[in-house]
């Protein structure tokens, strides 16, 4: 029986800003850094880049680079509602901080949709045809009560867009 696990990143907000504002900000900086933008591409493409609906809403509203990029992947992101269950659960954790409780009634925040569409993925069964799912969270939050915190306690692995990149091939040349 094989170990193999199929890594499907599952993206907050918050790392698509940092891909926008670090390596497209400007046009030079969208070619020099060429290559992340090809991972993201072949990411989506391969269906192992993932983020909730709430997440599209927040990150097209400018008509930036990662703003269009989103539009031509509409795939990537999961349709609204999805994993509800999961997300009543984590915000039942004591001292979580996924959402602002001053937010107008109604506000919602893609936080715990993020971490509940990594658990959703961990829970799934392999199939004949693919290996075992491993969601794994990418955000650059690390707030007392965040995202990184929640995920360590559900144990749920939690990377930053900088090591997503290294886990998929990218690595900084030394000379």
């Not at 993201?40 to 400018?62: C, F, G, M």
């Not at 004949?128 to 692995?157: M, N, W």
Request: glycine fraction near 6%.
């Amino acid at each position: 029986m094989s170990t193999a696990v199929r890594r499907i990143y599952c993206v907050d907000t918050s790392s698509f800003i940092y891909c926008q504002r670090s390596f497209a900000q400007r046009s030079t900086r969208l070619t020099f850094f060429a290559p992340v933008w090809d991972i993201l591409d072949r990411l989506a493409d391969e269906e192992r880049l993932l983020a909730p609906y709430l997440t599209s809403v927040e990150i097209t509203k400018n008509n930036d680079e990662i703003g269009r990029w989103a539009r031509r992947h509409t795939g990537v992101f999961r349709p609204k509602g999805e994993h509800a269950v999961l997300v009543v659960e984590i915000l039942k954790e004591p001292g979580q901080r996924l959402v602002d409780p001053t937010a107008p009634r109604g506000g919602e925040e893609a936080d715990p949709w993020v971490i509940a569409l990594a658990e959703g993925i961990c829970a799934a069964a392999p199939t004949l045809f693919d290996t075992q799912p491993l969601g794994i969270v990418v955000s650059e939050e690390t707030k007392a009560g965040g995202i990184a915190e929640i995920c360590a306690r559900r144990h749920i692995v939690h990377l930053d867009f900088t090591e997503m990149l290294a886990a998929e091939g990218l690595a900084l040349r030394t000379t």
